[in-house]
């Protein structure tokens, strides 16, 4: 009996092992004759859609002939992880001092197309290395998948249809316009292309040429990349000079019944609730912005406002860890500042198991998570917030160990 692996126990240890990146030939999945026979319909008729749509035959046979299922696409779209990695573990790697050391080089050998970029874009160059730091590593990983290849798998699996055969017809455009050879086309598992990591409608909207050869060329022109996210944020609302995000410390028994991630105030309304900066005081002009408090560990954790040019980096990439770890990155790049810390390390973010093992309790207790999914979302957060303020708990909806043992306790007794 010892030595039998449970079910479960197997799945732990695969999603372990999957949580360490170690198991792509342990779930690789089999490529059978009837699925190719599937592939190939939709491939073939797909390529007619784009002769519809008033590509160029030869530009849709060069862009679809002879493509085939890679299974390593379909292996990386059905592995959910298992261990969702706490956001202070993200930031650690998103701004460490490796990856700070490289964009302070990076900036160096890259100063021409930095002013360039500057010359055109108000956006400020520690924010454009920092996302490119995060996106590629400076240029240096942008995916070796076969980009058409990739979308082709993901359009004809199903799950993302629509997303794919869309980014699809962008790659169709890009090749009618000359914007890329086919052959250039590598990328992401999932789509993501260049130096800035675009998928080609962002692409298609949003890249520019700014070292003025005619191409919009992001995998080769740092100058191209560098201005093309420039661009990006720009047309998000990118306020030049203004606050990202900043530290702030709540008062004692801060009420969280009216908070909500979403919600932005004044500065002057939250200074009057008794948000201080976690250093120095609110410049004057800082006052009458709005901003959102972030929790995102909870009340445990260290607390921010996210201003309006946050909101714009989480339009490249709509992630809360994401948009903090590009701000900090920037900052540790320019000297200024050093990594949030008080996280609360004993209470981690639930599995995924753990999730559904929540959503299940707080559901039978009356809190409805609105489906049962391990993916803690708005709903779950609304639920557990309502038990929280129910049973004399900080209403702050973060599902770690500590709300989750408060949960089972309740729903054991
Ligand atoms: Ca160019």
Redesign the pocket.
Same mark, same amino acid.
């Given at each position: 009996m010892d030595f039998v692996m449970t079910a479960l126990a197997f799945r732990s240890f695969l999603a372990a092992l999957i949580g360490l990146g170690w198991t792509a030939t342990l779930h690789a999945q089999e490529v059978t004759d009837a699925d190719a026979a599937s592939f190939e319909a939709w491939r073939s008729g797909f390529e007619t859609r784009l002769v519809e749509r008033g590509v160029d035959q030869a530009i849709a046979t060069a862009m679809m002939e002879g493509l085939e299922i890679d299974p390593r696409i379909l292996d990386r779209d059905s592995n959910q992880p298992e261990f969702v990695r706490p956001i202070w573990v993200y930031l650690n790697g998103a701004a460490s001092d490796v990856r700070v050391a490289n964009g302070r080089r990076a900036q160096e050998n890259h100063a021409e197309a930095l002013i360039a970029v500057e010359d055109q874009f108000d956006v400020e160059t520690d924010i454009l290395t920092a996302i490119w730091g995060l996106e590629s590593a400076y240029g240096e990983i942008m995916g070796n998948f076969d980009l058409v290849r990739s979308l082709a798998t993901l359009a004809w699996d199903g799950r993302r249809r629509s997303f794919a055969e869309s980014q699809l017809f962008a790659v169709a455009d890009m090749l009618t316009n000359g914007y890329a050879r086919r052959d250039d086309l590598l990328g992401s598992w999932a789509g993501a292309m260049g130096q800035t990591q675009f998928i080609p409608t962002t692409y298609m909207a949003r890249a520019v #040429?700014? +070292? !003025? +050869? !005619?191409?919009? #060329?992001i995998w080769r022109?740092e100058? +191209?990349a560098l201005g093309s996210a420039a661009n990006l944020l720009t047309v998000a609302g990118w306020e030049a000079e203004a606050p990202v995000v900043a530290e702030v410390t709540l008062p004692d028994g801060f009420d969280y019944g009216d908070w909500s991630p979403r919600r932005r105030r004044a500065v002057s309304l939250w200074a009057i609730d008794g948000l201080k900066l976690a250093e120095g005081e609110w410049a004057a002009e800082d006052m009458y912005r709005t901003g959102r408090l972030l929790i995102p560990a909870g009340s445990n954790g260290p607390a921010f406002l996210a201003f309006g040019n946050f909101d714009a980096l989480m339009e490249y990439n709509n992630s809360t860890a994401y948009a903090l770890g590009v701000a900090y990155l920037a900052r540790r790049i320019s000297g200024e500042a050093d990594l949030p810390d008080g996280w609360p390390e004993d209470d981690v973010p639930l599995t995924r198991t753990q999730a559904r093992q929540l959503q299940t309790a707080l559901t039978e207790l009356g809190y409805d998570t609105q489906g049962i999914d391990g993916r803690i979302g708005p709903n779950s957060r609304a639920a557990l917030r309502a038990f929280q303020s129910d049973n004399g708990l900080v209403a702050d909806g973060y599902a770690g160990r500590r709300a989750f043992n408060a949960v089972m306790a309740a729903a054991a007794g």
């Open positions: #040429d700014v +070292d !003025g +050869d !005619g191409r919009r #060329d022109s100058a +191209d």
